[in-house]
């Protein structure tokens, strides 16, 4: 027969010693004989020793929460407090979130316990944790009978519930109407805008905010970067840093991602530096983040100083996935392969992101054998199986190279099915290799697996254009207006003084565009002395004249964006431009040309890499 707590009742310092031991716990093995040690003196049947047990069975590095509720069933009459703690360590997983339901009308049906406001908070996270909407809806009632609804702590619980089932207007119903509201009440509900991208709503709620926290303001940052608005994540970041709390790590993650997207240098030493005075502790996520922006930057020799200035914090993967990523995407793959060495030796175990990093670096250097090689080392020395995009890695590697049918043959041997992604990839590959009946066979595949794939069908309508096939291009082209469907404008951006300018092909719209364009024909003529002859081949519309084709090719993008610099920055600064879209060959081609006739390093970093010119001279070798 089960008998009350309340029975075996003792003395509060024969319960100090096991609580003690308790306190000390380092692994399961010691939670274990601590369990076994209250057991035997019974103290296992009261409430304090018993609670303490299940925290640290749940809340400790070598929790095992089945382990919990097995002493959890062993208890008789637990009390609400061991209820609660059952209850919470369940709601932390959505594998077991349904156990916290369990558990919760368990203890109001069988022991009829009342549940008090920490119960519902931590049931109503089980149910956003995993659990049907219904279910929610039934716990609300049960709160809303116990009188608890208009708990400030039960309230965020039930609005945080909701949001985690992106049920966001609901969510804001029971904000709105209730009585209790704090900071975290205004958080989670500018968090559930964010998460559904609505960042129109997320600003507008936080406007709203009488006062601001730094989570408030890190997760509209945040927001920004994941719709990729860096630019407006970089203004509001400096609007906290003037009106706002002290940011802390995530909001400078934040921060430098914006920088790395938009290739703002200054901005980013800024951060460097304000992360040095000891503003921000450094850490293995904040020296990935950095090494990053380096590297986003053009600045990858600043990438690897900070690299291999922090030893200490190189324990975790992070730092040495984004320093193999920067080296990649700066053509530098054998200093990519070095890093992943050296990265064995220190016995740092890299995970799909590292592959997705070191395959994509041997394809940059047209590292064809070491590509195959680390691929197949995945699953054979690593036990990590490929996905998808580490095939589409083999893919690119295999058909830049000019591979094209093993490349192809990859694809079949594909455990999953190939997605548009990976067959433009092929089709990408078609096209720098002229091979058009592959070309046209892969175009007809894309078009079956994704009609609205809108890059494949360019790629393909570029890839008859430059077979002077007018007439294809000109349907495919058609094809995609149809289907309503706009084509990516190139668009090419240039930070000069802490400001950017965003320049369209053709583009008239900048203050400067009269002297932009007096400046972009005085260059043209400069080029053309020094040997610069146009790639008519890059002109993809149907145009006779070779005036009028060289013309198109002048207002490239990033030959405005280039031109804008030399115009605006002193002889000898190096210049930095980002482009949305692959550097095209004519303007490769000019832009080598401009680097030696004007003396300047520029760094032109593209959908695929970064390119560094120098004295005529391309960093990736006319490889890309």
């Known amino acids: 027969m089960r008998r009350c707590y309340s029975t075996f009742r003792k003395p509060l310092n024969s319960i100090h010693k096991p609580i003690s031991l308790l306190d000390s716990c380092k692994s ?24 303490k047990l299940l925290e640290k069975l749940t809340l400790s590095s070598f929790a095992s929460v089945r382990y919990a509720h097995q002493v959890f069933d062993q208890i008789p009459f637990p009390d609400l407090f061991l209820h609660n703690t059952m209850i919470k360590a369940h709601s932390l997983s959505p594998t077991s979130s349904r156990n916290s339901l369990i558990i919760f009308r368990s203890m ?39 009188g608890l609804e208009s708990n400030v702590f ?18 804001r119903r029971v904000f709105d109407r209730s009585v209790n509201r704090d900071m975290y009440s205004w958080n989670i509900l500018v968090s559930g805008y964010v998460g559904t991208g609505d ?29 990729g608005c860096f630019m407006e994540a970089l203004d509001l970041f400096h609007k906290m840093l003037q009106a706002g709390p002290k940011p802390n790590e995530f909001t400078v993650v934040s921060a430098l991602v914006a920088c790395a997207n938009l290739a703002a240098l200054d901005q980013g030493r800024w951060i460097h530096v304000y992360i040095d005075k000891g503003e921000i502790k450094m850490n293995e996520k904040l020296l990935s983040s950095l090494i990053d922006m ?41 200093e990519a392969i070095d890093i992943f060495e050296q990265m064995k030796i220190e016995k740092v175990s890299p995970n799909k992101v590292t592959f997705v990093a070191l395959l994509n670096a041997c394809s940059h250097g047209n590292m064809i054998d070491e590509g195959r090689g680390y691929f197949e080392s995945m699953a054979t020395s690593y036990g990590i ?36 992604a990976i067959w433009g990839a092929l089709l990408g590959a078609c096209r720098i290799h002229k091979d058009m009946k592959r070309a046209e066979r892969i175009g007809k595949i894309v078009k079956e697996l994704d009609p609205n794939h809108i890059g494949c069908h360019v790629l393909l309508a570029n890839i008859y254009s430059a077979s002077r096939r007018w007439n294809e291009a000109k349907v495919v082209r058609e094809n995609i207006k149809l289907n309503g469907r706009k084509k990516i404008p190139g668009c090419s951006s240039i930070e000069l003084n802490g400001m950017f300018h965003q320049f369209l092909v053709g583009d008239r719209s900048h203050p400067q565009t009269k002297q932009l364009y007096l400046f972009l024909d005085e260059m043209t003529a400069k080029l053309k002395i020094a040997g610069y ?34 115009m605006n920055t002193a002889p000898g600064t190096p210049i930095r431009i980002v482009k949305n879209l692959r550097v095209c060959g004519d303007c490769h081609q000019a832009t080598k040309f401009i680097s030696k006739v004007y003396d300047r390093e520029i760094i032109v970093r593209d959908r695929i890499r970064y390119h560094h010119f120098k004295n005529g001279i391309c960093s990736c070798k006319d490889y890309w």
């Open 108 to 146: 109001i049906r069988g022991l009829r316990l009342l549940p008090n406001q920490y119960t519902f908070v931590f049931v109503f996270k089980a149910c956003g944790n995993g659990l049907e909407v219904l279910e929610g809806e039934q716990v609300r009632v049960h709160a809303i009978k116990a």
């Open 199 to 227: 960042m129109d709503r997320a600003m507008e709620f936080f406007d709203l905010m009488s006062e601001r926290d730094v989570v408030s303001w890190t997760t509209v940052i945040s927001g920004y970067i994941q719709v």
């Open 533 to 566: 002859f146009p790639e008519f081949g890059e002109v993809l519309l149907d145009i006779d004249d070779e005036e009028d084709k060289e013309t198109a090719l002048s207002m490239h993008s990033e030959k405005l964006a280039i031109a804008f610099g030399l």
């Open 28 to 51: 399961m093995e010691q939670a274990k004989q601590a369990h076994a040690q209250l057991i035997t003196t019974g103290l296992i049947l009261q409430p304090i020793p018993a609670n």
């Open 294 to 334: 380096y590297a986003k930057c053009g600045q990858i020799e600043s990438a690897s100083k900070v690299f291999f200035n922090e030893c200490g914090l190189r324990r975790k993967v992070w730092p040495w996935n984004a320093m193999i990523g920067g080296f990649a995407m700066h053509g530098k793959s054998k």
């Open 385 to 420: 199986e490929p996905e998808i995009e580490h095939y589409g890695c083999m893919v690119d590697l295999l058909g830049r190279a000019g591979f094209l049918k093993e490349a192809e043959e990859i694809i079949s041997s594909m455990p999953m099915a190939p997605d548009a």
């Open 154 to 171: 039960v309230t965020n619980a039930l609005i945080g519930m909701y949001v985690n089932w992106d049920f966001i207007e609901e969510a």
